[in-house]
């Protein structure tokens, strides 16, 4: 049977792993797999944001919805995301199953602009805070109305930024602002806010050549000339061997910039450069709310999920087409 | 003569006709995920549409089927991407048939995505592991 050439086994290398980015190298399939998983990370990978906010007190400069579409922006940690229902799928009652709460009650009572932050969130469900959360401390007890940030220990709720939490709104004195909010399940697809990726990209592979009986023909500072000419450290010029030797070539970006030095120097066929269409370059930026890691592979397990929903259909249509040829 | 936003019609309509967002991914009561026609004039040959998709299984599905030797004519297209669905054309030879091209299609994709989620984790495994080797 020729079904072990229709059988594809992809390779997979990991190239660099932060807690922020990922970044591997997919070979051994083609382009619409590839494109496939892309596109799975961007818009069908199920986080957590803010959906549903009640507004109780807002006197700031900012409209309600003003301030609930930002709210919806704020990346939240979706750990907890695979323990939860879409709110479209789930029937039952439990509440805990879609919604997870989040307030936000802050009241200027300083003369100084207060920067209300994302620090300034009040969480219910731990697991579900926004990414780098630290919570500014409140000024007194439960009893204590309002959430008066204290300078310096703790969370710095002014300024924005990685330390101060993502900026909301800013109070004037005596503008208060106090919101409850409801955070769900959802995929980019339906909203951006739900997205769990910055941008997640590939590129083919490279694949580079140099004709080196070209490359002889030059002298030394043609050479250096021409590794120096790609804005990427594709080429490096080894001063030991005085040759043009290949560096990274998985960081050329298909600018052309050498290809057009060459020309320029009389030497156009010195490296010819193809794209291999079956090896990729991914690079997936999180925004936090998952590990980059962990996003590709709950991806691969959603188009895993979409194969398995397409095969049972599948199943059953044939079942129907025998029935009625029978 | 009145602006757009303030006509009878439009008091009428709504100024919108923005279609849910769910539209896009909830498959409503008593509508089918996946339906196959066949064509009624080529044997071996019919239109698979499935419901609440887009180019990402399209186009994977379809390229996969191309690998199939018995795979005569495979072609998808989104008919209006409002309407969030795919149709895919499948015509093979007599050795083989729409449906079973299909499933096969289907099958080896799916032990393709299985095999590339494994290694995905073992090589994440294994690069963390030496990263904490490097560490030291």
């Known amino acids: 049977m020729a079904a072990n050439t229709k059988q594809r086994f992809p390779s997979v290398e990991v190239q660099e792993l932060t807690s922020e980015m990922i970044r591997f190298v997919l070979r051994g399939t083609d382009t619409s797999m ?17 959906d549903l906010v009640e507004v109780v007190e807002n006197s700031s ?25 879409f709110p479209y799928d789930y029937a039952g009652d439990d509440e805990k199953k879609t919604d997870v709460q989040i307030d936000l009650r802050v009241k200027c009572v300083s003369d100084q602009t207060e920067d209300v932050t994302s620090n300034d969130l009040i969480c219910y469900d731990q697991r579900v805070v926004p990414v780098g959360y630290k919570p500014t401390i409140r ?41 409850r909010c409801v955070a769900r399940k959802g995929v980019g697809r339906d909203h951006a806010k739900w997205q769990p990726v910055a941008t997640a990209v590939y590129r083919f592979e490279p694949e580079i050549e140099i004709d080196e009986t070209l490359m002889g023909t030059l002298t030394e500072e043609e050479k250096m000339a021409f590794a120096a000419a790609s804005p990427a450290p594709v080429f490096k010029y080894n001063a030991q061997t005085k040759k043009v030797e290949i560096d990274t070539p998985e960081s050329y970006a298909y600018d052309g910039e050498c290809l057009r030095k060459a020309q320029e120097m009389g030497v156009p066929g010195l490296v010819t450069i193809r794209a291999k ?37 599948l199943d059953i249509c044939a079942a129907e087409q025998r029935e009625t040829a029978a | 003569r009145v602006c757009p936003q303030h006509s009878e019609r439009a008091k009428r309509r709504g100024t919108m006709n923005q279609p849910s967002r769910a539209e896009k991914f909830v498959l409503p009561e008593g509508v089918r995920k996946l339906t196959f026609t066949r064509d009624t004039k080529v044997s071996n040959a019919g239109t698979f549409i499935v419901q609440k998709e887009d180019h990402t299984l399209g186009n994977t599905v379809r390229m996969q089927l191309h690998r199939d030797p018995n795979v005569v004519f495979a072609g998808y297209q989104v008919p209006h ?56």
């Open chain 1, 139 to 179: 000024a007194g007890g439960k009893d204590d109305d309002y959430t008066v940030p204290s300078d310096g220990a703790g969370g710095d709720g002014g300024g924005s930024g990685a330390d101060g939490g993502i900026l909301i709104v800013k109070l004037r004195k005596n503008q208060e602002v106090h919101l």
């Open chain 1, 34 to 50: 590839a494109n496939a998983l892309r596109r799975v990370i961007i818009a069908e990978v199920p986080t957590l944001a803010i």
């Open chain 1, 61 to 85: 400069c900012l409209c309600d919805e003003f301030i609930a579409h930002r709210l919806g922006l704020i990346p939240l940690l979706s750990a907890a995301a695979t323990e939860m229902e």
């Open chain 2, 81 to 136: 991407p409002s309407d969030n669905r795919i149709v895919i054309k499948v015509h093979t030879n007599k050795d083989s048939s729409p449906m079973q091209a299909m499933t096969e299609a289907v099958d080896h994709l799916r032990t393709e995505v299985s095999d590339l989620s494994q290694k995905f984790s073992d090589e994440v495994r294994a690069f963390k592991h030496q990263q904490g080797n490097d560490g030291y």
């Open chain 1, 277 to 313: 269409q079956d090896a990729f370059l991914f690079t997936v930026e999180s925004t936090g709310a998952i590990p980059p890691e962990e996003i590709v592979t709950r991806a691969l397990e959603v188009l895993a999920k979409k194969l398995d929903v397409t095969k049972g259909e």
